[in-house]
């Protein structure tokens, strides 16, 4: 049984050639979901699965690497964060950090706001891991300095490990 990488390689290059210029688009652009849903699409027929599909891109994104023109990150500082929450309807109850992920960026961290009346949740920041930079630290040290501008409470269930599934802020 072939190894992934060479799975992976095999599928792009069953794509025809009008498919691979726009999938590559797609990521030098920074645009994974329709990429994968382009390399699903053009493959399904053959095969290639959900899965299949997302690793397909991803080995795309290690190739062109520096050369993708990454989605802006989000602003961390206490001014900007202020000013997104400042317009939410209902009032800030908490601010939470939660982890997420996916194929292309590993494990990351999304900073929101809880409100009620009404009772939602509202995404303020993701914050990706870089050289510099761990995730976990940097979304709870602008959480906490965020909650505690707002006097309400920081809540991150899971900070030292990556869990999507980690307990929620409840009231």
Known sequence: MPDTQAQDADHWESLPQGIRTQVDGYVLQ?????????????????????????????????????????????????ESLSALTSGLPGRVAA????????????????????TDDPAEER???????????????????????????LGVPFHFASPDDPDDEAPRWRP
């Open 30 to 78: 920074d645009r994974l979901l329709p990429a994968v849903k382009l390399v699903w699409d053009a493959a399904r027929a053959r095969g290639v699965g959900l899965r299949e599909a997302q690793m397909v891109v991803h080995e795309r994104y290690v190739l062109h690497g520096d050369r993708i023109a990454r989605t802006p990150e989000c602003p961390l500082d206490l």
């Open 95 to 114: 601010i939470e950090a939660v982890w997420d992920g996916d194929t292309v960026h590993d494990w990351f961290v999304r900073l929101l706001a809880i």
């Open 123 to 149: 995404h303020l920041a993701t914050v990706y891991s870089r050289r510099d930079r761990d995730p976990s630290e940097a979304a709870a040290e602008a959480g906490r300095t965020l909650a505690d501008h």
